[in-house]
C-alpha cells in the first residue's frame, strides 16, 4: 500500500453524506456509509463535474451534470454516458482522523 496521508477528521463526516476535500492539489469525496469510509476522485470521468454538487443514494452517487452513476464503494460506473470508472483509494481511520494513499497530481 502506498504511504497514507490525512485528508480529514472524522468529525467532517456524516453517515450517508458526501465531503470534498483537496489534497496534494487533487479534490477527492470522503464517503462515510454504514461506519465504512471510502475515498473516491470528486471529478466525474464523463465530464469533469463535480459529483459533491450531485446526489448520494446508498453507494451510488449520481452525477449533477448528465446523471451518470457510480458506485462509491467500486468506483465501477452503473450507468452511462461515464464509461471510465471512479479511481478509489484505501482509507485508514485512526484517532479521529482520516487517512488514504491519494496521489494527487
Ligand atoms: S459529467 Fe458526469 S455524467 Fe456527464
Not at 463535480?50 to 452503473?78: A, R
Not at 482509507?91 to 491519494?102: A, R
Request: aromatic share 8%; hydrophobic share 35%.
Amino acid at each position: 500500500m502506498a504511504e497514507l496521508v490525512p485528508i480529514c477528521r472524522v468529525d467532517d463526516l456524516t453517515d450517508g453524506g458526501m465531503h470534498k476535500v483537496e489534497v496534494l492539489g487533487c479534490e477527492y469525496l470522503v464517503i462515510q456509509r454504514d461506519e465504512a469510509t471510502f475515498v473516491v476522485d470528486a471529478a466525474c470521468t464523463n465530464d469533469w463535474a463535480d459529483l459533491s454538487t450531485g446526489s448520494l443514494d446508498g453507494s451510488i452517487v449520481t452525477c449533477p451534470k448528465c446523471g451518470g452513476q457510480f458506485d462509491i464503494t467500486s468506483g465501477d460506473v452503473v450507468r452511462e454516458p461515464p464509461t471510465f470508472p471512479l479511481d478509489t483509494y484505501n482509507v485508514e481511520v485512526k484517532e479521529g482522523g482520516v487517512f488514504s494513499d491519494v496521489t494527487g497530481y
